[in-house]
């Protein structure tokens, strides 16, 4: 008797694959997969599952393979068959975690050009020699492109996207935007009369000077690029203290900024010494004396006035929203406020934006406490009705029972004085596990 399987297939093509399309197209991957499936599971059903253009150095990145898996996990298929290991992974450790996890569900893992079906055919050390192998391409394709980018940023050549108040011309040159510049003269001009980064980013907004993002949208649609990017059109304090702060505006090319401990990592930031800097690269906005001075008056009053310095742990930052305007709620971390959280509109707009709404932290724990009694007390309800159901209680317990608060009632009860009391409006979301 012929045994019926659910099959997923699956397929996968990197960007870095192009140039070798006959042998790994994804057409080609099918092609090797159906046929052998319709020679060793006759009779068997076969579902294809593709990524095309994705690293096969992560799992999580792969929308088609993402799907797949929740296929394999919840016994939706029994075999799981493909070209060979370097179409499943590139990674050497996270591969083989992935094929232990598929394997501890019961799919079974069928790799035709390796000869290897797991864990029917269990040779752990012939499949931990081939992930080894899978994985030397990537690394070594690393270390090779992260050596043409170092050259290329040492000769001032890899030039990637303009600040404000530039573009870059197709002979890949920076070439000044005029209203943009005197914008950026600007601000530094009104930061060395003493205004500070949200005195600017509000007056920038209220006199409807369009963001940068907006120009570069703006500029796009001139040229009759379609463009779908949301803009915001209110100026970010973070954006000021960006144009304030970078030397590009003098003519200086700074690149190698940051780095990359290793392949799909986190941008880490190196320290300046070992940044690639080019003088006098492109034409200057702003002259070098009124960048010095601007840079001595930041480390002023920085050293003066708090700039924004984590002293706190924001344990409920992402679950408290302003009641009036929506925005989150922004900590409040200064050495001379007790821990609290205010309005994010507030924080980079001012009365402009919305009014000082917040509310302290110790005032959120005790919310937080009372509602983790009140959900015990509940718990605690139901599992005696469950032993015992009420309706066999004395009609004095009952009436008792009928009378607890519950944690649905202290939520409603509670609920208004994180809307309303001491000027915090502000909303909490629970979220239950």
Not at 329 to 340: C, E, I, K, N, T
Request: glycine share 6%; net charge positive; proline share 3%.
């Amino acid at each position: 008797m012929i045994e019926r399987f659910a099959i997923a297939g699956y397929a996968r093509i990197s960007v870095d694959e192009e140039l070798d399309r006959d042998n790994v197209s994804i057409e080609n991957q099918k092609a090797i997969i159906e046929d052998f499936v319709k020679h060793r599971f006759p009779d068997s059903t076969l579902t294809f599952y593709e990524d095309r253009d994705r690293s096969g150095y992560t799992f999580e990145q792969r929308e088609g393979y993402q799907e797949m898996r929740r296929g394999l996990m919840s016994h939706k298929y029994d075999i799981l068959i493909v070209k060979d290991f370097s179409r499943f992974s590139r990674r050497n450790s996270r591969g083989l975690v992935e094929l232990e996890d598929l394997r501890d569900a019961g799919v079974r893992i069928i790799s035709i050009g390796d000869n290897i079906d797991f864990p029917n055919d269990d040779d752990w050390l012939k499949i931990q020699f081939q992930f080894l192998i899978n994985e030397m391409p990537v690394t070594d394709t690393s270390k090779k492109v992260k050596s043409v980018i170092r050259r290329r940023q040492a000769d001032g050549a890899w030039l990637c996207a303009a600040p404000y108040g530039y573009l870059l011309n197709k002979q890949k040159q920076f070439e000044i935007v005029p209203t943009e510049a005197e914008i950026v003269r600007e601000i530094f001009r009104l930061y060395l009369d003493g205004w500070g980064y949200k005195k600017i980013a509000n007056h920038l907004t209220d006199t409807g000077v369009p963001t940068p993002r907006m120009s570069e949208q703006l500029r796009k649609e001139a040229e009759g690029e379609e463009s779908r990017r949301t803009v915001k059109k209110d100026w970010a304090i973070v954006t000021v203290q960006g144009i304030l702060d970078n030397d590009f505006y003098i003519g200086t090319l700074r690149q190698g900024k940051y780095t990359r401990a290793k392949i799909n990592g986190k941008d880490v930031k190196r320290d300046e010494l070992e940044h690639i800097v080019i003088e006098h690269h492109h034409q200057a906005i702003i002259d070098y004396r009124t960048f010095a001075i601007t840079r001595a008056l930041r480390e002023k009053r920085s050293r003066s006035n708090y700039r924004g310095v984590k002293i706190n742990d924001n344990v409920y930052s992402g679950f408290l929203q302003c009641g009036d305007c929506g925005s989150p709620l922004f900590a409040m971390s200064r050495s001379d406020l007790a821990p609290a959280y205010t309005c994010g509109t507030y924080h980079r707009r001012g009365l402009k934006g919305c009014t000082s709404h917040h509310i302290r932290v110790d005032r959120l724990d005790e919310l937080l406490k009372g509602y983790v009694r009140a959900r015990e007390k509940s718990t605690a309800f139901a599992a005696a009705e469950s032993a015992c159901p009420s309706d066999t209680w004395p009609s004095g317990l009952q009436q008792r029972r009928l009378a607890g608060p519950g944690a649905a009632g202290f939520v409603q009860n509670h609920a208004p004085a994180l809307l309303t009391g001491d000027r915090s409006v502000t909303i909490i979301k629970v979220t239950e596990r």
